[in-house]
């Protein structure tokens, strides 16, 4: 089980650095912009389906860990039935649980629910109907990124804690 657990958290280092390399390699061109928002989406989306192998694996989140209905849905064909912004939210939220970390995300800020529109900008990017969806306005991307940058900092924290308990990592 360390094995695979090591290698999980191997992929997610992966997806971590790509976010952080493109956030230092920031451009202003709209090439740059769309690039980024494309790439965001899977990126969270990997890091997503290595938590919650992560989490089955573990016998302490089936077991030690209060979960509600839905956190459970994360695990086998239910998973199907969440959106990815809801995989997203209950992974995290079972993942933060299991490792006790002292602050669960705050997902009643206004940078999670404007998450929904990242992923539709996402989806209008790799799917344009008119030119208009491959427009991105200063003022948008500027959410844009703030919203991805707070996502990506609550992946952060997990990463962190496994490096800091040299666990894995």
């Not at 061109?29 to 992560?54: D, M």
């Not at 629910?113 to 008119?130: I, Q, S």
Request: with cysteine.
């Amino acid at each position: 089980m360390n094995d695979r657990i090591t290698n999980l958290l191997h992929l997610m280092g992966v997806f971590r650095e790509d976010f952080h390399s493109l956030l230092d390699l920031e451009g202003d061109t709209p090439f740059w912009r769309r690039s980024f928002i494309r790439l965001c989406v899977p990126c969270f989306e990997g890091q997503t389906n290595c938590l919650i192998e992560i989490c089955a694996l573990s016998h302490e989140c089936q077991n030690a860990v209060l979960l509600t209905k839905r956190e459970k849905m994360i695990f086998g064909k239910c998973r199907e039935k969440l959106s990815l912004k809801e995989r997203i939210k209950y992974t995290l939220r079972v993942t933060y649980k299991l490792l006790e970390l002292d602050t669960l995300p705050d997902f009643n800020a206004c940078e999670w629910h404007r998450l929904a529109e990242v992923f539709d900008k996402r989806n209008a990017l790799t799917h344009p109907k008119k030119l208009a969806d491959l427009e991105i306005s200063d003022s948008s991307f500027g959410e844009i990124k703030n919203d991805v940058v707070w996502l990506l900092k609550q992946f952060d924290n997990i990463f962190i804690f496994f490096e800091g308990k040299n666990k894995y990592v």
